[in-house]
């Protein structure tokens, strides 16, 4: 398969990350295109937006071709399949996401890897990409130029180059690069099963209310897995996700004699 056209999605929104990517796909596509949600999205998966106006404006000030749509990730990789507004892609990039999407969590939370997974069900194969971000970097990460932009475009060029023509239909690939991603290792882990433990903290607020705030913390992570390849042995981990795996066959085939 040779990739005719790309489009690029995120959930973070309007940050370098997804400039990054863009100008990757540049590289291989004069004609690729992105569009990314207004605000940001983050871990609402492949969520899409109904009985609400959607709207697209293109970035001004921007080099290359950007538009910004009201919605979801899922809802921009859908526009650009369906709304005839665009050449329908024939590969679909989400990223560079702010912070690593690791484990079966992430598959079914993120909205970086939600865009790729609206693509593979229209048959059109999707590369999420996420950089391991350190929680003092993460704020600075949403503005301006990232420290390592120009070497990060050439490193996303070269997974791309050597993925090219590799993802089946109904599949996509879940990339992971270190902070340290130059001269890393690519390897290629199952998912954990799950990265963090969610911890619900209850609090008060000024009306004397009680509110809870959510956030999750380190699980002891599986050998082998994404989740260690990255954290702990610092290469850049691509799981291979498929959509035709999600059916459990045999359980079909057990509730089928049962009934």
Same mark, same amino acid.
């Given at each position: 398969?040779?990739? &005719?056209?790309?489009?690029?999605?995120?959930?973070?929104?309007?940050?370098?990350?997804?400039?990054?990517?863009? #100008?990757?796909?540049?590289?291989?596509?004069?004609?690729?295109?992105?569009?990314?949600?207004?605000?940001?999205?983050?871990? +609402?998966?492949?969520? @899409?937006?109904?009985? =609400?106006?959607?709207?697209?404006?293109?970035?001004?000030?921007?080099?290359?071709?950007?538009?910004?749509?009201?919605?979801?990730?899922?809802d921009c990789v859908s526009f650009g399949i369906c709304s005839g507004e665009f050449k #329908?892609?024939?590969?679909?990039?989400?990223? !560079?996401?702010?912070?690593?999407?690791?484990? &079966?969590?992430?598959?079914?939370?993120?909205?970086? !890897?939600?865009?790729?997974?609206?693509?593979?069900? $229209?048959?059109?194969?999707?590369?999420?990409?996420?950089?391991? @971000?350190?929680?003092?970097? =993460?704020?600075?990460?949403? $503005?301006?130029?990232?420290?390592?932009?120009?070497?990060? +475009?050439?490193?996303?060029?070269? !997974?791309? #180059?050597?993925? #090219?023509?590799?993802?089946?239909?109904?599949?996509?690939?879940?990339?992971?690069?270190?902070?340290?991603?130059?001269?890393?290792?690519? +390897?290629?882990?199952?998912?954990?099963?799950?990265? $963090?433990?969610?911890?619900?903290?209850?609090?008060?607020?000024?009306?004397?209310?009680? /509110? /809870?705030?959510?956030?999750?913390?380190? =699980?002891?992570?599986?050998?082998?897995?994404?989740?260690?390849?990255?954290?702990?042995? =610092?290469?850049?981990? !691509?799981?291979?996700?498929?959509?035709?795996?999600?059916?459990?066959?045999e359980l079909i085939e057990r509730l089928r004699k049962a009934f």
């Amino acid at each position: 398969m040779i990739f &005719m056209t790309i489009m690029i999605a995120n959930d973070d929104g309007l940050t370098d990350g997804i400039r990054i990517l863009s #100008k990757a796909a540049h590289t291989i596509d004069k004609n690729s295109y992105t569009i990314t949600p207004s605000q940001q999205q983050s871990a +609402v998966a492949k969520g @899409i937006t109904l009985h =609400k106006i959607l709207r697209l404006r293109r970035v001004e000030n921007e080099k290359m071709s950007i538009y910004e749509l009201n919605g979801t990730p899922a809802d921009c990789v859908s526009f650009g399949i369906c709304s005839g507004e665009f050449k #329908k892609p024939d590969l679909v990039l989400s990223g !560079i996401n702010i912070g690593n999407n690791l484990s &079966m969590h992430s598959l079914y939370s993120s909205g970086t !890897i939600g865009a790729c997974l609206e693509a593979a069900i $229209y048959k059109i194969p999707g590369i999420a990409f996420s950089l391991e @971000i350190h929680k003092e970097n =993460k704020e600075s990460a949403n $503005y301006g130029e990232w420290k390592k932009h120009g070497t990060l +475009v050439k490193k996303v060029v070269q !997974i791309l #180059k050597m993925l #090219k023509g590799k993802i089946p239909p109904y599949a996509i690939l879940n990339v992971n690069l270190p902070i340290e991603f130059e001269n890393a290792n690519i +390897v290629f882990p199952r998912p954990a099963f799950i990265q $963090y433990v969610s911890v619900l903290e209850k609090r008060i607020d000024p009306n004397g209310r009680n /509110y /809870y705030w959510q956030y999750g913390e380190n =699980k002891e992570c599986e050998k082998e897995s994404d989740v260690y390849e990255l954290c702990v042995n =610092k290469n850049i981990t !691509i799981t291979p996700i498929s959509l035709l795996k999600v059916v459990d066959d045999e359980l079909i085939e057990r509730l089928r004699k049962a009934f």
